[in-house]
């Protein structure tokens, strides 16, 4: 019996790929769209702002920061050009692959945040659309011990609001844990909180520009489907078998679903979501 297809490798593959014929980098993230217009061509010029944004919130360096969840290093190789010295902990052996290409200065540790047997004191953990990957109260205990005392922890992501129940799986867009659980959290510990901005809405923005990347590929699926079904059946015939084979119903479904509906708009997402910026410190003493 053949391997089973990593769709999440190809996937991300895919992805990069694209953002970097499109950007010129390889940044999956959000963009921070305030004075920009909603359109494909400016995506980079988007996340660009949003890096600059999370970068305004860094304490004065030169840090020696843990990036978790780095991405494919784009974050990092940006940090080091200012001057910081930077390790990565990212779960994913094709993006530690991209990290080592794009940040080759930065340290590169492939596992998850939970199991990280590195050594501190840093003076910075950031949480770059990573946090809600991580058992809230594991990622900031596990933060907390890696820091120097007086270190931060900067936190850069989407949480469920209070609007988010009994939602449907295909309408769901975000993600995360829930605002007010990790609120909580943070009040109940030692960390204290310096900074805290919703950039909610200045994000959003992001979801209707991918919907729309997402129907343009779905238009011509469906195009081509259409010829096919009348010019070539055999062939539509083996391929619709061969889908079948590698996608279960329920995921072709779904792709279908995202690929030509638009169920996933920045309304929607500031509805359920809240994409908040989150500064900690830890106690001197």
Known sequence: MGQKL?????????????????????????GLWTGFDV?????????AAYTDKLFGYLPKGPLRILDIGGGAGET????IALGHSVEIVVPSAFLASRCRENAPEAQVHECMFEDYAGQGPFDLCLFSESFQYIPYDTALTRAAELLRPGGEILIAD???????????RSQTVGGGHRLSAVQSHISASALTLLAEEDIT?????????????????GHAITRVDG????????????????????LKERSRF??????????????VFCHMNRYMILRLHKPEG
Not at 7 to 30: P, Q
Not at 158 to 168: L, P, W
Not at 201 to 217: H, K, M, R, T, W
């Open 39 to 47: 359109c494909a061509q400016n995506i980079g010029a988007a996340q």
């Open 201 to 217: 809405e200045a994000v959003a923005p992001s979801i209707d520009v991918e919907q729309g990347l997402f129907n343009v590929v």
């Open 254 to 267: 779904r792709l279908m679903e995202r690929l030509t509906e638009q169920k996933r708009t920045a309304e």
């Open 227 to 246: 010829e096919m079904q009348v010019k070539k059946p055999r062939a539509r015939w083996m391929l619709t078998k061969f889908l079948r084979m590698v």
């Open 6 to 30: 990593d769709t999440r490798a190809i996937g991300l593959d895919v992805g990069l790929s694209f953002m970097r014929w499109l950007t010129g980098a390889e940044n999956l993230h959000y």
């Open 76 to 79: 990092a190789k940006k940090l």
């Open 158 to 168: 989407c949480f469920r609001s209070a609007n988010y129940q009994g939602v449907k």
